[in-house]
Nanobody, 124 residues
């Protein structure tokens, strides 16, 4: 099993940036596909970004392409989400997740391990 702990959320003005971190423990993150999801009040949890196990190939939802970047440091067992040019509609609780799938996936049902979430609030 792997345990995930996110950090880095906060309050930022529109156009600003935040960097989220997700530290994994229990097993090394290289063994998993990793992803970021978010859930806004009253809405379902949605896919944001994912990265495959090997190599740096990533996938993003259209709403964040060109603004967000997912990365991983296997030596530090950490996954990151750099968020630039933030918009009020990015306001949500952001969750880090890990999947045992071989291929990167957008489907949250493929992710077995989840962090507790970190709040991101973007003011207009």
């Amino acid at each position: 099993q792997v345990q995930l702990v996110e950090s880095g959320g906060g309050l930022v003005q529109a156009g600003g940036s935040l960097s989220l971190s997700c530290v994994a423990s229990g097993r090394t993150v290289i063994n998993y596909v990793v992803g970021w999801f978010r859930q806004a009040p009253g809405k379902e949890r949605e896919f944001v970004a994912t990265m495959r196990r090997i190599g740096m190939i990533s996938d993003y939802t259209d709403a964040v392409k060109g603004r967000f970047t997912i990365s991983r440091d296997n030596n530090k067992n950490t996954v990151y989400l750099q968020m630039n040019n933030l918009r009020p509609e990015d306001t949500a609780v952001y969750y880090c997740a890990a999947s045992g799938n071989f291929m990167a996936t957008r489907d949250l049902r493929d992710y077995s391990y989840w962090g507790q979430g970190t709040q991101v609030t973007v003011s207009s």
